[in-house]
């Protein structure tokens, strides 16, 4: 439970993404220390991210009190199978090791006959290793709204982050209306569209965003983490104290 603006007690993990300021992860997550609970590392570039180094994420970042989860890349090659992305998962685990993530967001690959199957291979790899198959979650994008693949997700023990400025600017709302993805969503990814897929803040809603705010929130499992994804320091700041206001306003308490 995170204690945010206005000394309230928000019932929901609350994660920052690791770009909030301009400058390392490090230093971001230092800046964020004490502000939120959860740092959602932006592993977006597979080859670079591959390259990390302990330079990249020094180890006294475990003990600035945050705990993490990773962002996987945006570039995951699912063309070459799930058994390889699941390769590039655990690999980009294992430079993280020393500060334990709680969780993995993955880009699921492009809607297609072929994406169940997919996601299934990677699935079957993941339950042999080291990362629990409930804490992977995969994300509502632009080339896969995981509309009709939220029952393949739950059969493989996997859950749903729902991407709120995704849903708004890629017209996704049935997916809120799937069979059974009650149950199933362990995060939120908050923000409002902009152009070219920009994040904006939340104080870019228009009434229907903050409609399906509160619908994202109620479908959100009471252990589940809400990463505000908004990349800019101001930005950032004024969406904690709309979400603390909208919260205050319905009682999400």
Known sequence: MSRFLNNFDFVFQLAAPSWVIPGTVAENCRFLAGKVDEVALLFFETKSCLDYTEADLPLDLADCGLSFHIHHPLDLPWDEGGERVAEIVLALNSKAAHLKPVAHVIHPPAAGLEAAGQIRDFAAVISRSSIKPGTVL?????ENSLIGLTGVIADCGMKIC?????????????LLRESGIEGHVGMLHLNAPGKGGKHLGLEYLDSNGLETLGILLDLLGKDGVVTVEVFEEKSFFNSLQLLSDYCIARKIK
């Open 138 to 142: 995969f994300e509502n994008i632009k």
């Open 162 to 174: 729902l991407d709120l400025g995704h849903i708004l600017a890629y017209a996704q709302d049935d």
